[in-house]
């Protein structure tokens, strides 16, 4: 949260991305997290930065009711938002600066687009560009983005969506988007994906420790961890594991 904080100020201040030190180099960080963040520490001081993240997570509130308003009915919508409204996680990050919020805001207007675009086509650009935003949000939010997709195209077998003009339309929408970040890493660290590769690079993965993550999807969920089963029953009995029929 410090980091975040630190990164905006700097930006917001002087209009340069990224620490770096003879201790440390945190030039790697996913980048639109702090540009934004800066943004609001810039025009209404460090108090309304830390207020942006509560307006986010209202807006993914939104979000979440519209999605399963249009996948489902009106009553899973409003399910779906009370759902998020009173996770104990979603009211922990809407009180943080952390990239967690903006990035689900993001990927979740992303598959809101997915969805639409299946009838209207032009929406399949909105997907691309909010999949690519979420990713410079959350560097995992890319490879998300990507399975996404290819469950999308696999489960409704839309492969008519590579004939769609404005699929590619996005395609390069994204690429005009993602070069300044492409130029920011080849100057940096010699390679477009530098970033992400370096971040990546310091993950290390120890079964041991990942077995202690187990018990904090009871804290995440909470109270509402019962209600889950619920929502599974009803899956297989509609026999819609992934997609709605």
Same mark, same amino acid.
């Given at each position: 949260?410090?980091?975040? #904080?630190? =990164? ?31 943004? /609001? ?8 930065? +830390? ?9 993914? !509130? ?9 996948l489902?009915?009106?009553? !899973?919508?409003t399910? @779906? @938002?009370? /759902? ?13 600066? $952390?990239?967690?919020?903006?990035? =689900? =805001? +993001?990927?979740?207007? @992303? ?43 696999? #489960? ?15 395609? =390069? ?19 477009i $994906? ?5 971040? @990546? ?39 819609? /594991?992934?997609?709605?029929?």
């Amino acid at each position: 949260e410090t980091l975040y #904080l630190t =990164l905006a100020r700097k930006f917001a201040t002087i209009g340069e991305y990224g620490i770096q030190t003879e201790f440390y180099d945190e030039r790697f960080v996913a980048p639109l997290w702090p540009i934004t963040l800066s943004f /609001f520490y810039k025009y209404g001081g460090e108090f309304i930065a +830390f207020l942006f993240p509560s307006i986010i997570s209202s807006l993914t !509130v939104l979000v979440l009711y519209y999605l399963g308003k249009k996948l489902f009915n009106k009553k !899973v919508g409003t399910y @779906a @938002a009370l /759902f998020f409204l009173f996770n104990p996680a979603a009211i922990l990050f809407s009180t943080r600066m $952390l990239t967690e919020n903006l990035g =689900l =805001l +993001f990927f979740t207007i @992303a598959i809101f687009a997915l969805f639409a675009a299946a009838k209207t086509k032009w929406q399949i650009i909105l997907f691309l560009i909010f999949a690519v935003l979420a990713g410079l949000t959350r560097y995992p939010l890319f490879v998300h983005g990507l399975a996404a997709f290819i469950m999308f195209v696999v #489960l409704t077998k839309g492969w008519e969506i590579f004939k769609n003009k404005f699929f590619y339309v996005g395609i =390069l929408v994204t690429l005009l988007i993602l070069v300044p970040w492409f130029k920011f890493n080849l100057e940096n660290f010699s390679n477009i $994906l530098g970033g992400p590769a370096l971040q @990546a690079s310091d993950a290390v993965f120890d079964a041991k420790t990942a077995v202690l993550y187990i018990p904090y999807l009871f804290l995440i969920l909470g109270p509402l961890f019962p209600f889950t089963f619920f929502g599974m029953r009803y899956q297989f009995d509609k026999r819609q /594991f992934l997609l709605p029929a």
